[in-house]
Each structure stands twice: as structure tokens, then as C-alpha cells.
């Protein structure tokens, strides 16, 4: 973290923000915030992200293109904002609500009884022998698990353990279908179950749990 971003844009919450399990009761979604284009900028840097998983660059070619990024960060450092004014992860009309950390998926249903997704992995998220890291299948089941009890419940659930079950090889560049729904809930638990498949072919299992916050917990 800069100096810059550290002092100047990481504004954290306080008393005068209203919190709900470390999040802001008030925190407004809307699609306007980044502009028209910011799903499109997403999508190029996670093109660029994918050819730098791919590419052996010349020295020369390694050296243009950290120049290239440093004027990039440079003019994004005069666009910094704090967690609770990113559009990142508030963006509902983009694929994973625009964060970039997130293999894209776009919801197809979701409620108190579950969550279908359709999730993509690209070429950023090989593993190797070209199916994707088992990690990043995780990381897009902890999201759409705590999804899923955040619908069930109405509120903000953390995860507490997740278990990955992989059944199968996950492809790249392949629609593929994720289910979550709450098998369990007793009080502030949440048991989370899940599926990923490619047509009839079961990828990974979840099995979770998540807890619900309480007011003003972390």
C-alpha cells in the first residue's frame, strides 16, 4: 500500500457510519458509480491478466510494459476511493458485481432457497494441464456460499470453515454452473452446500458454514 493510498483514500468506519457486521448499513449500490465503461476496463485488465499468465516476454518488451504500468497505477492513484465508494463489488449489472479478484459469473437466480450462477474461469486461473487452480474454484464458491446465506437470512454472514470437494477437472474458458443454498440453519449458523458442473458433470462440492453477524460485529 502507497503512502498516498494509505493517508489519503482508506478511510475506515466510524461512529458516524452505520455498520452491520463491519459493513455499512447504508452502503448505496447503484450502477452509475465507475461510469459506463468500467466493465469494459475490467474485462481488459482481466484479458491482460490472462496473456501475462501465458506470456515469456523479452527483457525489453518486460521493461515497456512495467513502464506502461506504472503510468497506468500513476492516474489510477488519482482516482482512489475507500472500500465503501469502490465500485468494485457493488456494480449488480456486471459479471461478480465488477471485482476484479473474483472469477466473473453472472447470477441467473437467487433468494432464500439458493443461488444458480453461470462462472467462467479464464486463462488467469489455469491451474495447469489447462483446467483452472483449485483455489479460484474456491474462491467463487466462499462468494456465491456467502451469497447464499446472506439471502437466506437478510444480513451479513462470515465465513466460518469451507470445504472444497473436487469430484472432477474444472475446464477454462467453459460456461459452467454453480449452485449454493443453506442445507442447515440453526440460529446464526449457516450450513452451506454447493455444486459446480460443466452440463451433467459435477466439478466440486462445497460444504460450509457460515455464520451471521451480529450488529456492528466484524
Given at each position: 500500500m502507497t503512502e498516498t493510498s494509505k493517508h489519503k483514500w482508506d478511510i475506515p468506519a466510524t461512529e458516524e457510519s452505520p455498520l452491520e457486521g463491519g459493513f455499512r448499513a447504508d452502503l448505496q449500490i447503484t450502477t452509475d458509480r465507475?461510469?459506463?465503461t468500467y466493465g469494459e476496463m475490467i474485462e481488459q485488465v482481466r484479458t491482460f491478466m490472462g496473456k501475462v499468465r501465458y506470456a515469456c516476454p523479452t527483457h525489453e518488451l518486460a521493461d515497456?510494459?512495467?513502464?506502461d504500468l506504472r503510468k497506468l497505477n500513476a492516474k489510477l492513484d488519482t482516482m482512489l476511493v475507500d472500500e465503501w465508494t469502490s465500485p468494485s463489488g457493488t456494480r449488480i449489472d456486471l459479471p461478480s458485481r465488477g471485482n476484479i479478484t473474483l472469477p466473473p459469473y453472472e447470477v441467473r437466480d437467487g433468494g432464500p432457497d439458493g443461488v444458480e450462477a453461470e462462472?467462467?474461469?479464464g486463462?488467469?486461473?489455469l491451474g495447469g494441464n489447462g483446467?483452472?487452480?483449485g483455489g479460484h474454484?474456491?474462491?467463487v464458491f466462499d462468494d456465491l456460499g456467502g451469497m447464499a446465506a446472506a439471502l437466506k437470512v437478510g444480513g451479513v454472514a462470515r465465513t466460518a470453515y469451507l470445504t472444497v470437494n473436487?469430484?472432477?477437472?474444472?475446464p477454462?474458458?467453459?460456461?459452467?454452473?454453480l449452485k449454493t443454498w443453506v442445507e442447515t440453519h440453526d440460529g446464526r449458523k449457516l450450513f452451506v452446500k454447493g455444486t459446480l458442473h460443466e452440463g451433467d458433470r459435477l466439478c466440486a462440492e462445497l460444504d460450509a458454514l457460515f455464520i451471521q453477524l451480529k450488529p456492528g460485529q466484524a
Open positions: 465507475g461510469g459506463p515497456e510494459i512495467i513502464e462462472v467462467r474461469f486463462d488467469f486461473h483446467v483452472a487452480h474454484v474456491a474462491v473436487y469430484r472432477s477437472l474444472t477454462l474458458n467453459t460456461p459452467l454452473t
